[in-house]
Each structure stands twice: as structure tokens, then as C-alpha cells.
């Protein structure tokens, strides 16, 4: 499923590159929000490590994702892909372990 956002504030360079990619890659959204509840079904006490996951989909992914970044998953896109999915996912509310960072307010 793909997220709309409404843009109220100047948006940080990753939060930037985050929108294009998001919008050109929604599986990669669906492949995360999948996983993550696969690691829930098993572990549901335990916050999840995006990385862990987002390594997974870069095993998987490296061939066929679309986009013009040096790596096809970038690691500059974990911290608002673990945002979006604990806002927009009520199931994984809260499910990720995050820390601060520019993307807080603005992916």
C-alpha cells in the first residue's frame, strides 16, 4: 500500500531522497512492513532492528530495485522507513528500536 505525506516543513536532503524512493520502490515499504511481522509473529516482546531487516531486503533486492543511489538500498533510508511503518502500521507501533535523527519530524 502506498503512503501519501503532506509536507509542511523544509524537508532535510535525506528526507528528500527518501519521497523519491519511497514513491518509485513501494515494495521495498511492503517487504519491510512483511518482514517486520514475521520477526512480531516470533518475538512479539522484542523491538526489531530495521537494519537487520533492511539487510534481508538488500540480499534480496540488490538486482531489481529502481533507483539511481550508488547502493540499491541505501542505508540513509532506515531511520524514516522505521518511522513511516511504526506511524502508519498500528500493529508495529512502537516495534522498532529508533534514535534521533534529522528524519524525526520530516521523511
Known sequence: MQHEFEFTQE????????RLFHAANPDVYSSLVSLARQFREKNKERKIGIKMLYEVLRWNYY??????EEYRLTNDFTAPYARLIMDQETDL?????IKKSEVDIKY
Not at 524537508?11 to 527518501?18: D, G, N
Not at 507501533?93 to 528500536?97: L, P
Open 93 to 97: 507501533a512502537g516495534a522498532f528500536q
Open 11 to 18: 524537508l532535510s536532503p535525506i528526507a528528500k531522497r527518501f
Open 63 to 68: 538486482l531489481t530495485t529502481d533507483t539511481d
